[in-house]
Nanobody, 121 residues
Framework: QVQLVESGGGLVQAGGSLRLSCAASGSIFSIPVMGWYRQAPGKQRELVATRTNRGRTNYADSVKGRFTISRDNAKNTAYLQMNSLKPEDTAVYYC???????????????WGQGTQVTVSS
């Protein structure tokens, strides 16, 4: 089985920075895509950023220029550097990974438990 463990959430003032980490563990052949999603109270979960193992990135318009997703492929770990945080960034942030398991042709989608990010005014 595969587990995703997030860390780095917390409380920060508007304009501040925060760095989230997501470590994937288990029987993993490869992780073509890792990313971050978030869900604010009363809202649907939305994509924040994704990054392939080849370095291709995708960002939500609302975070472009402020957030940066990176990966340490050797550690199966993704990071989300969040700068110039705004109160509207407040949400539970979930790590997501598309994982290819050994001996499997199909990839599986895994989610972390979520980490709370709160940005105060």
């Amino acid at each position: 089985q595969v587990q995703l463990v997030e860390s780095g959430g917390g409380l920060v003032q508007a304009g501040g920075s925060l760095r989230l980490s997501c470590a994937a563990s288990g029987s993993i052949f490869s992780i073509p895509v890792m990313g971050w999603y978030r869900q604010a109270p009363g809202k649907q979960r939305e994509l924040v950023a994704t990054r392939t193992n080849r370095g291709r990135t995708n960002y939500a318009d609302s975070v472009k220029g402020r957030f940066t997703i990176s990966r340490d492929n050797a550690k199966n770990t993704a990071y989300l550097q969040m700068n110039s945080l705004k109160p509207e960034d407040t949400a539970v942030y979930y790590c997501n990974a598309e994982v290819v398991l050994p001996r499997f042709l199909n990839s599986e989608d895994y989610w972390g438990q979520g980490t709370q990010v709160t940005v105060s005014s």
